[in-house]
C-alpha cells in the first residue's frame, strides 16, 4: 500500500494552496574569539571564490550551431577579477580534449567532429582554482556511406555517461586514450537515433585494413592525459574492403525471448528464468491480465515487432499494478500499459520501487496511475500518458506521472503527457528536474489539476515546453512550485523558452514559492493569469495573440508575423547548466534539432518558414 506516496490533496479538482514563507531561515551569527593583544588582528584577505567570464563568440555565439563540414573551430573571450591561467575544451561526443590558444581572447583549432549533436565545453580557471563554463551545441551530418557502423545495443549504454566506439590499427587488445597499451586510431560516438530507443556509431574515413573496434560507456571517465581503467564490451576485429563499407554491431550477452510462439508465453513467465544483465524482448501484442515483479539488476524489457501490450484486466503484482519493478537499472522499451487499478486506488502501469529506471517510446493509459515511485535517477523519453489518474481517495490523488522523494534526479524528454484525470499531468518530489522539450497538456476537454508540480521545490528546469491548461482543467494553476514546502531544501527554478497557454481564462502560470532563485527569460505567456514578475524574469512575450499558427488546434509553432520571433535574448547557464534549448518538441512524442537562427525566438519554437 502507498499511502506514504500519497501525501497530500494538492492534486484535487478545488485547491486552497497557501505559499508559506521560504524554507530554511537564518542560523545562528558566529564569531572569532578576539586577539589578547590591544589592538585587534588585521582580518585575513578573503580568499577568491570569483569564477572567470567565459563567452563563445565564433562560430556562434546562441549556443548551437551547424557545422558543414567535419572540423569546427572556435573563439571566444575569458575574464577574471585576478586572472585567467587556463582555457580548455572537451567535447563530450568523442570525448577528445586540450588547451586553447589565449586566455583573455582565447582561440581552439579543428576540433574534430562526431556524427549527432557535439557539446563542446570550454573551461576557464584562474589560480584559486574557480572555473567557468561555456558550451557550443554543435551539429553535423556526414554525406554519403560510412566505412564502417553499425548497431550498439540499448543494454549496453549508459544514457548518464558517454559512450563511444573505439578503433584500432591491427588485431589488439585496446586500452584507453593515453594508456600504456595500444593506442586508438579514432574514437566515435554512439549516439541515440531521433525518436527511438535504438543507438548507433559510425567512422566515415578509414584505409582498407584490419582494424579491433571495441564498445566502452564510460568514455566520460577517459583522461587523454592519464592511463585510466575503463572497461571495453564487445571487442571485435574487422576487415575494411577497398570499396564501401561494413557493419559490426555490440549485442548483448544473453537474450529471453517472450511470446504465444515461443517457451516463454507471456513476460511474468521470464520472471523466474530472468538473471541480472538479461536483455527479455517481448512479442508485440495484448498479454491481458499478466503481471509481473521483477527483482534482478540492469534489466532491459523491450517490446519487438511493434509495443507490447500488458493489459492489466482485473490482476495486479503486490497490490501495486502491472509491473512493479524492485531490481537496479532497469530499461522499459516499446511497452504499453493499460487498466491498472488496486484497491488503495494507486494501480500503476509501472510501480518503480528499485533505483535508475529508464523508460522509452511506451505508452501509459486508463490506469489509476501512470508510473509512480522512483529512486536514484529516473529517464522517461518519447512516451506518451493519458488517462490516468483520480482524486477518489481523500488521503490524496493520483497522476500521470507521479516521481517519489526518493529520487535524486527527474529527468522527462520528448514525451506527451495529458488528459490527467483530475490529478496532475506530471508531479515529481525529485530533488532535481530536468523537464524539457514536451507537450503537456489538458486540451479540450482535459480535467487535470496542475500540468507540472514540483511540490516539494529542488534544482528545476522547465526547457523548450508546450504547457496548457485547459477550459475544464479542476485548478487555475499551471505550474505550482514549492506548494507544500521545500523538503529538497534546494530552491531554484529557471524556466527558459516555453510557451505556455492558459485556456481556462485565470489563475496563474507560474507560482513559485517565496525565497526561490528564479530566471524565467525567453517564455511565451498566452491567455488569462498572472505572470511572474521581478528579479530574473526577463525578454517574456505576454500577449493573448502571440502569433502562433494555430492556437486552438494546439499548433504553437510560430507564425511569421510572430512578435516572438527575434525577440529573445540569451538565456545563459544557471546551476551549471546550459538553459539554452538545443531541440524541439515534434508531435507526438518526438522531437527534432531546434534551428538556430539569428536573435533567438521566444518561446518553444524557433520560427522556420
Avoid at 27 to 38: K, L, N
Avoid at 174 to 184: E, N, S, T, Y
Avoid at 390 to 404: E, T
Wanted: hydrophobic share 35%; net charge negative; glycine share 12%.
Amino acid at each position: 500500500m502507498l499511502r506514504t506516496l500519497r501525501v497530500a490533496r494538492s492534486g484535487c479538482p478545488i485547491v486552497v494552496m497557501l505559499l508559506l514563507a521560504a524554507c530554511g531561515g537564518g542560523g545562528p551569527t558566529s564569531s572569532g574569539i578576539g586577539s589578547p593583544a590591544p589592538a585587534p588582528a588585521p582580518s585575513p584577505t578573503a580568499a577568491d571564490t570569483t569564477p572567470p567570464a567565459l563567452a563563445i563568440t565564433a562560430p556562434s555565439s546562441s549556443g548551437t550551431y551547424t557545422a558543414s563540414g567535419a572540423t569546427v573551430p572556435l573563439a571566444g573571450t575569458a575574464s577574471d577579477n585576478v586572472g585567467v591561467v587556463r582555457v580548455s575544451w572537451r567535447n563530450a561526443a568523442t570525448g577528445a580534449g586540450g588547451d586553447a590558444s589565449g586566455s583573455s581572447n582565447w582561440s581552439v583549432g579543428n576540433v574534430t567532429l562526431a556524427s549527432g549533436v557535439n557539446t563542446i565545453t570550454i573551461t576557464a580557471r584562474d589560480a584559486a582554482g574557480n572555473a567557468g563554463d561555456a558550451t557550443l551545441a554543435v551539429s553535423y551530418s556526414p554525406s554519403g556511406p560510412a566505412r564502417l557502423s553499425g548497431r550498439a545495443d540499448s543494454s549496453l549504454i549508459n544514457r548518464s555517461g558517454v559512450n563511444a566506439v573505439y578503433i584500432y590499427n591491427g588485431s589488439v587488445t585496446p586500452d584507453d586514450l593515453g594508456g600504456g597499451g595500444a593506442q586508438p586510431l579514432a574514437t566515435a560516438p554512439v549516439t541515440q537515433d531521433n525518436g527511438a530507443c535504438t543507438f548507433g556509431y559510425r567512422f566515415d574515413t578509414l584505409a582498407a585494413g584490419t582494424y579491433t573496434v571495441a564498445f566502452t560507456n564510460q568514455a566520460a571517465n577517459d583522461n587523454p592525459a592519464t592511463d585510466d581503467a575503463i572497461t571495453f564490451t564487445g571487442t571485435a576485429t574487422v576487415t575494411i574492403p577497398a570499396t564501401g563499407g561494413i557493419a559490426n554491431n555490440f549485442l548483448p550477452v544473453r537474450i529471453l525471448q517472450v511470446g504465444p510462439t515461443r517457451a516463454l508465453t507471456k513476460p511474468s513467465a521470464a520472471v523466474a528464468t530472468a538473471r541480472d544483465g538479461d536483455v527479455i524482448e517481448i512479442d508485440t501484442g495484448v498479454y491481458d491480465g499478466d503481471v509481473a515483479s521483477w527483482s534482478a539488476n540492469n534489466l532491459t524489457l523491450r517490446g519487438v515487432g511493434g509495443r507490447a501490450h500488458m493489459r492489466a484486466n482485473g490482476a495486479d503484482a503486490q497490490g501495486k499494478g502491472t509491473w512493479v519493478i524492485s531490481g537496479n537499472n532497469t530499461t522499459v522499451e516499446n511497452i504499453e500499459f493499460s487498466g491498472a487499478a488496486v484497491p488503495d486506488l494507486n494501480g500503476a502501469g509501472i510501480r518503480a520501487d528499485g533505483p535508475n529506471l529508464t523508460i522509452c517510446n511506451s505508452s501509459f493509459h486508463d490506469n489509476q496511475e501512470g508510473i509512480l515511485g522512483g529512486a536514484g535517477e529516473v529517464l522517461i523519453e518519447y512516451s506518451e500518458f493519458s488517462h490516468n489518474g483520480n482524486c477518489i481517495d481523500p488521503s490524496g490523488c493520483a497522476h500521470n506521472i507521479y516521481i517519489a522523494s526518493g529520487t535524486n534526479k527527474f529527468t522527462l524528454r520528448y514525451s506527451y503527457s495529458h488528459h490527467a484525470h483530475e490529478g496532475h499531468n506530471v508531479k515529481s518530489r525529485a530533488k532535481a528536474n530536468f523537464i524539457l522539450y514536451n507537450r503537456i497538456m489538458d486540451e479540450a476537454d482535459g480535467d487535470a489539476s496542475y500540468e507540472i508540480d514540483l511540490p516539494d521545490c529542488g534544482r528545476s528546469f522547465i526547457i523548450g515546453n508546450l504547457i496548457q491548461k485547459g477550459p475544464s482543467a479542476g485548478n487555475s494553476t499551471l505550474v505550482p512550485y514549492g506548494a507544500e514546502g521545500c523538503a529538497n531544501g534546494d530552491q531554484q527554478l529557471y524556466v527558459a523558452n516555453n510557451t505556455f497557454v492558459n485556456d481556462r481564462g485565470s489563475g496563474s502560470f507560474l507560482s513559485i514559492r517565496s525565497g526561490t532563485t528564479v530566471k524565467i527569460v525567453n517564455n511565451i505567456f498566452s491567455g488569462g493569469g498572472s505572470v511572474p514578475s521581478g528579479a530574473g524574469v526577463a525578454t517574456n512575450l505576454v500577449s493573448n495573440a502571440p502569433g502562433l499558427v494555430d492556437i486552438v488546434n494546439f499548433d504553437y509553432r510560430l507564425t511569421a508575423a510572430s512578435a516572438a520571433r527575434d525577440a529573445g535574448t540569451d538565456p545563459g547557464s544557471a546551476a551549471g547548466v546550459s538553459l539554452v534549448p538545443t531541440s524541439q518538441y515534434v508531435h507526438p512524442a518526438g522531437r527534432q534539432d531546434r534551428p538556430s537562427v539569428g536573435q533567438i525566438d521566444i518561446g518553444a519554437y524557433e520560427f522556420s518558414p
